[in-house]
């Protein structure tokens, strides 16, 4: 297969020009375009093609009366406001697929071996496509802002009562209104955070 770089247009809506968005405009996003979001995230890369990333799209009023108790307050506007809030949790017996996901040898004995290793594999691999799933809101003209300030204890009570799914973090998504798009932070540079060895 023959890739070729990005043009500048795309870099600049993944990455240049990509902000977090604090506040949104009332506008919906549909569950078609929802759907074609989880249809691009699921190819990002998972430790044994693991994918233990579970996602709620809590859009209704009833969803997100149940979500907003367990923001910190600040947060609140942000989740009110936005199109769509995204729980990326992580299913604490993903390993349970992994005989259909990653048939290349026996990996669930592993972890069935390794308990210890479970929930840190789900948690980093969750966190990735939480990462996955912002790129693709990105592609598709969506602006977000990932949220960790909530009590996820509360979360999981509220939206996972039977204890196998845990919550990550939140991400908001819609279109972005200019009042909740801060002065962009600095970036560290190159030289600081990384090393060619």
């Known amino acids: ?22 506040a949104f405009k009332p506008e919906a996003v549909s569950d078609e375009t929802i ?8 190819w990002g890369p998972t430790a044994f093609n693991a994918q233990p990333a579970r996602f709620v799209f809590v859009k209704s009023e009833q ?15 942000q989740v009110q406001s936005a199109a769509v809030t995204v ?24 972890f069935n071996a390794n308990p210890a290793m479970v929930e840190p594999a789900a948690f980093r691999n969750s966190s990735l496509q939480g990462a996955y799933l912002i790129l693709a809101a ?13 009590n996820p204890q509360m979360v999981n009570e509220a939206f996972f009562p039977d204890g196998r799914f845990k919550a990550n973090f939140l991400l908001n998504m819609g279109v972005a209104d200019t009042a909740g798009i801060y002065p962009r932070g600095p970036r560290l540079g190159f030289e600081t955070t990384a090393q060619i060895v």
């Open 63 to 77: 969803a997100k009366a149940k979500l907003l108790p367990a923001l910190s307050p600040g947060n609140v506007p």
């Open 138 to 150: 990105r592609a598709l003209g969506l602006d977000c802002g990932a949220m960790s300030g909530f």
């Open 87 to 110: 729980i990326v949790a992580y299913d604490s017996q993903f390993h349970e697929h992994l005989p259909a996901q990653f048939p290349g040898y026996d990996a669930k004995a592993v």
């Open 1 to 22: 297969m023959t890739q070729r770089p990005l043009n500048d247009a795309a870099l600049d809506q993944l990455f240049r020009q990509a902000r977090t968005v604090h």
């Open 35 to 42: 759907r074609q979001l989880y249809e691009l995230l699921k």
